[in-house]
């Protein structure tokens, strides 16, 4: 004779049932998200080294890896990585710029630039290489970065020369349009207190437009406009030194040169020789 059994569970056993089901798969990923830590990032907007969270203003940050992996290497790429920063470069290779739409066009700028807190007044379009990061901090900087700032401002950060050991780095590119592009640094450590830093870089572009007419004459003049309206050679570098003169006194001396030879608004035609 076989015997049936029947066994009801209480509504509350049966709730708890259901919130173990419901938390318990949740318990390792949670553990693991706790584990887990953001990364540091340090900037410089306020003249000081800062962690980027404790600054009450609005800072935009390109770290060194971003710049080699984005191939940063001018304000166009600047531009497309940063939100409300908007660039267009005028005929004489300074830059309009407008941050949040405030800005300035013409000679009065509204966006200041700076290369380890040095203001730039008549290459911010140049290529700076070798960069520890790039800092855009929206909004008025006149308190601490002087006039022109109203919209804001855009640092270069270089990396400093280091004593912990001999580097070196170099990186190359080519590609179609006859693309040539080299770039690379070295550090050297002088003694336990000095060290030296060097970047230089050179490119070649045979440009992406032609100009068939390129001799036709202009208003009755012929100003022989080459064929390749679009190619360009630039070159540059810079040597840095740094290091203590004391406990207290420190010493970071920089000399920097570039140049550049082509158009810098491929669609503004230049007459003239």
Not at 30 to 58: C, F, G, H, W, Y
Not at 139 to 147: A, D, F, R, S
Not at 182 to 200: M, Y
Not at 207 to 223: A, I, K
């Amino acid at each position: 004779m076989a015997t049936h059994s029947t066994h009801r569970l209480s509504p509350l056993a049966v709730a708890c049932m259901i919130v173990a089901g419901s938390f318990g798969p949740a318990v390792a990923p949670l553990t693991s998200a706790q584990e887990a830590t953001l990364e540091e990032v340090i900037v410089t907007a306020r003249k000081r080294d800062e962690n980027l969270m404790d600054i009450p203003e609005s800072v935009s940050a390109i770290s060194g890896m971003a710049i080699e992996r984005q191939n940063i290497k001018g304000l166009n790429k600047i531009g497309l990585a940063v939100p409300n920063l908007n660039l267009s470069m005028r005929t004489d290779g300074y830059p309009n710029v407008s941050i949040r739409g405030l800005g300035a066009f013409g000679m009065t700028q509204g966006v200041g630039f700076y290369l380890d807190d040095v203001q730039l007044f008549s290459d911010a379009s140049s290529r700076f290489g070798d960069l520890a990061r790039i800092e855009v901090l929206k909004g008025p900087q006149g308190v601490l970065y002087g006039g022109s700032n109203i919209g804001g401002a855009v640092k270069y950060v270089s990396k400093a020369p280091s004593t912990d050991g001999l580097s070196g780095r170099i990186k190359g590119l080519a590609g179609e349009q006859g693309i040539v592009d080299v770039e690379g640094d070295i550090n050297i450590p002088l003694s336990d207190r000095w060290a030296l830093r060097a970047f230089a870089f050179t490119r070649e572009d045979d440009g992406f437009m032609r100009n068939p007419g390129s001799l036709s004459p202009v208003f009755g003049v012929d100003y022989e406009q080459p064929e390749d309206v679009t190619a360009y050679e630039e070159s540059g570098g810079r040597l840095v030194l740094a290091g203590d003169l004391s406990d207290r006194v420190s010493l970071n001396a920089s000399v920097r040169y570039n140049e550049y030879d082509g158009p810098v608004n491929n669609w503004a035609r230049d007459f003239g020789h």
